[in-house]
Each structure stands twice: as structure tokens, then as C-alpha cells.
């Protein structure tokens, strides 16, 4: 199982990113995906999930200003964050929850700064 995300960068404040995760080694359109990120020295939190069916589920504080997609034909996840804070800086991990185990992408550093 792989899951490669990309896109993220340096972003000004107010800025926008879209984040893929591109997954292999699971059969994509059965699955629940979700998002998460991490601050170093801070616990990885909950960004959202989105089901086979492209139901989405956001954290606390985060459903205002990301929106989780799907491709299943291109095998990929996507995360649109919308008028980035400083706050938002921060490593974004994709997952997968397949066959019993936990996997997680490498992440995509996203840092938000003028």
C-alpha cells in the first residue's frame, strides 16, 4: 500500500491549497480516506474523511474552510483549504484503514507565512 501526497508549499496568509493523495496497493473506491495533520511536538488531528460514497465528516474548527474530494478513477484524494491561517501550518498526512492496518502517506509540508 502506498499513499503519496503532494502539493503542499509556502503559502501567504488568505491563500488557498489543494492537496492529492495518490493511493495504490488497495482497492480505492471501497474505501474510507481521510486527512490528518501534525505540528511537531503537537498529536496528529483529524483534517476529515470522506467515505467510498463521497460522504465527508470534517474535525472540530475544520469544516469551514476544507473541503475533502475523491477521484476514484485516478485513485486519488484531494484537500482544498481555503483563506489559510499561520495556524494551519503544519505536516498533512493522508490514511487509509485497509485490511486490518493502519497506513499513512509520507506527507506535505504546508507552511502558511508572509
Known amino acids: 500500500v502506498q499513499l503519496q501526497a503532494s502539493g503542499g508549499g509556502l503559502v501567504q496568509p488568505g491563500g488557498s491549497l489543494r492537496l492529492s493523495c495518490k493511493a495504490s496497493?488497495?482497492?480505492?473506491?471501497?474505501?474510507?480516506l481521510g486527512w490528518y495533520r501534525q505540528v511537531p511536538g503537537q498529536q496528529r488531528e483529524l483534517v476529515g474523511t470522506?467515505?467510498?460514497?463521497?460522504?465527508?465528516n470534517y474535525g472540530a474548527s475544520m469544516k469551514d474552510r476544507f473541503t475533502i474530494s475523491r477521484d476514484n478513477v485516478r485513485r486519488t484524494m484531494y484537500l482544498q483549504v481555503n483563506s489559510l491561517k499561520p495556524e494551519d501550518t503544519a505536516v498533512y498526512y493522508c490514511?487509509?484503514?485497509?485490511?486490518?492496518?493502519?497506513?499513512w502517506g509520507r506527507g506535505t509540508q504546508v507552511t502558511v507565512s508572509s
Open positions: 496497493g488497495i482497492n480505492f473506491s471501497i474505501n474510507t
Open positions: 470522506i467515505t467510498s460514497g463521497g460522504t465527508t
Open positions: 490514511h487509509v484503514y485497509w485490511r486490518s492496518r493502519n497506513y
